[in-house]
Antibody, heavy 119, light 108 residues
C-alpha cells in the first residue's frame, strides 16, 4: 500500500526552527517528485516546495530562503527544514507524492502534521 | 502568477442533487487542472486529474470538464459522503502550482 506518514510538528517560538519528516512506504521517494503543501487553520491549500527525482528543488516565494526540502534515500523519507519561522507559517503541513505525466497532481497525501508558531 | 478562482465559495444541496462547481484560471492553463476533495480534519483526496480523467477508485458520479481558463467539477447525484470542501489546482506554471480557494458543499 502506498502511504505517507508525517511527523515533527509542534509548537515553536517565532524565529525558531523545526524539521518535518515524511516517511514513505509502497514506493520510492527518490524516484518521484515529492511536495509539501500547507493549510493554515480554516484556510485553503498552499503549495510550499517540491523536490524532483533528479534533485532539483523549488519553493514558494513565501518560504524561499527560510525552508529547505530534502530527502534521505536510505530511509525513503522526505524532510522539510523550516528556519526563521513566523506566525504566518502556522499550518498543517502535508507531504504528497507529486505525480507527473503531462501534468502534475498530488496523490497520495500524508495525514498532516500541525506546526504552531507562537510565543 | 496564475490565479485560480472558484464559484460558488459555498453551496447547500440535498442528497440526490446534481452539483456543479466552477474553477477559473487567470490565464489559459490548457488541461493542467486537477480537483481534490477534503473532509474536515482529513488530507485532501485526488478526484480528477488533467481536467477530466477520473482517478482510480473515485465514484463515476464525479466528472470534470473544461480547458483553457474555465473548468467544472460535477457531482451527478450528491451522496451523504460527498459533503466536503472541493479545491481545484493548476500545474501549468510548474514547478509553481496554485490551488483555488475552495468550495464548501454542505447539507441543505
Amino acid at each position: 500500500e502506498v502511504q505517507l506518514v508525517e511527523s515533527g510538528g509542534g509548537l515553536v517560538q517565532p524565529g525558531g526552527s523545526l524539521r518535518l519528516s515524511c516517511a514513505a512506504s509502497g514506493f520510492t521517494v527518490s524516484s518521484n517528485y515529492m511536495s509539501w503543501v500547507r493549510q493554515a487553520p480554516g484556510k485553503g491549500l498552499e503549495w510550499v516546495s517540491v523536490i524532483y527525482s533528479g534533485g532539483s528543488t523549488y519553493y514558494a516565494d513565501s518560504v524561499k530562503g527560510r525552508f529547505t526540502i530534502s530527502r534521505d534515500n536510505s530511509k525513503n523519507t522526505l524532510y522539510l527544514q523550516m528556519n526563521s519561522l513566523r506566525a504566518e507559517d502556522t499550518a498543517v503541513y502535508y507531504c504528497a507524492r507529486d505525480f507527473t505525466v503531462t501534468t502534475r497532481w498530488f496523490d497520495p497525501w500524508g495525514q498532516g502534521t500541525l506546526v504552531t508558531v507562537s510565543s | 502568477d496564475i490565479q485560480m478562482t472558484q464559484s460558488p465559495s459555498s453551496l447547500s444541496a440535498s442528497v440526490g442533487d446534481r452539483v456543479t462547481i466552477t474553477c477559473r484560471a487567470s490565464q489559459s492553463i490548457s488541461s493542467y487542472l486537477n480537483w481534490y476533495q477534503q473532509k474536515p480534519g482529513k488530507a485532501p483526496k485526488l478526484l480528477i486529474y488533467a481536467a477530466s480523467s477520473l482517478q482510480s477508485g473515485v465514484p463515476s458520479r464525479f466528472s470534470g470538464s473544461g480547458s483553457g481558463t474555465d473548468f467544472t467539477l460535477t457531482i451527478s447525484s450528491l451522496q451523504p459522503e460527498d459533503f466536503a470542501t472541493y479545491y481545484c489546482q493548476q500545474s501549468y506554471s510548474t514547478p509553481w502550482v496554485t490551488f483555488g480557494p475552495g468550495t464548501k458543499v454542505d447539507i441543505k
